[in-house]
T-cell receptor, first 114, second 111 residues
Framework: GAVVSQHPSRVICKSGTSVKIECRSLDFQATTMFWYRQFPKQSLMLMATSNEGSKATYEQGVEKDKFLINHASLTLSTLTVTSAHPEDSSFYIC??????????FGSGTRLTVV | GQQLNQSPQSMFIQEGEDVSMNCTSSSIFNTWLWYKQDPGEGPVLLIALYKAGELTSNGRLTAQFGITRKDSFLNISASIPSDVGIYFCAGRPFGNEKLTFGTGTRLTIIP
């Protein structure tokens, strides 16, 4: 079946630094990927839609300059959290469309900003 | 962002019991998906529903796409310890690739 690899699984960074999270589709090409954020005991909230070869579209209230998304190839999307602050600490999850109606999720990245 | 209403929020059951949870929306969806999420992991697809009224099974799991297109339910029969986790519904509207997730149901099995 379709596999989405997400790295790193955990990262701790200092306040003010930037962190990059990678999302790769291993056995299929994905023109569309999605980035979610999940706070403890809450559901997944869509942050942005990543489109290969074009700019990402962000959900209302998500700062595009803070959460930089790059989808430079059909198998890789990256999310960079710039100038991270403690309130950015969360679980970030990507997903990729492996078919017109199928979504495969990565295993998530636990970001802790200290 | 929008979220789907999912109930119950949590369930405490004994091993072997059946489980039922549902999801409702104020808007119509073209696809309903049910996922399970273990701690520290991403969601894993359990069942996908693509047609109103559709009833689909996956082992001990059964899910239905409501005929109004605004709701869906998931049943788990004869629960086992590995069923513990958080279950999410997700809906996709017609002509839109974005998923909207439910608020989640946390399933706990009491020894």
């Amino acid at each position: 079946g379709a596999v989405v690899s997400q790295h790193p699984s955990r990262v701790i960074c200092k306040s003010g630094t930037s962190v990059k999270i990678e999302c790769r589709s291993l056995d299929f090409q994905a023109t569309t990927m999605f980035w979610y954020r999940q706070f403890p005991k809450q559901s997944l909230m869509l942050m942005a839609t990543s489109n290969e070869g074009s700019k990402a579209t962000y959900e209302q209230g998500v700062e595009k300059d803070k959460f930089l998304i790059n989808h430079a190839s059909l198998t890789l999307s990256t999310l960079t959290v710039t100038s991270a602050h403690p309130e950015d600490s969360s679980f970030y999850i990507c997903s990729a469309m492996d078919s017109p109606y199928g979504y495969t999720f990565g295993s998530g990245t636990r970001l802790t900003v200290v | 962002g929008q979220q789907l209403n999912q109930s119950p929020q949590s369930m405490f059951i004994q091993e072997g019991e059946d489980v039922s949870m549902n999801c409702t929306s104020s808007s119509i969806f073209n696809t309903w998906l049910w996922y399970k999420q273990d701690p520290g992991e991403g969601p894993v697809l359990l069942i996908a529903l693509y047609k109103a009224g559709e009833l689909t099974s996956n082992g001990r799991l059964t899910a239905q796409f409501g005929i109004t297109r605004k709701d869906s339910f998931l049943n788990i029969s004869a629960s086992i310890p590995s069923d513990v986790g958080i279950y999410f519904c997700a809906g996709r509207p017609f002509g839109n690739e974005k998923l909207t997730f439910g608020t989640g149901t946390r399933l706990t099995i009491i020894p």
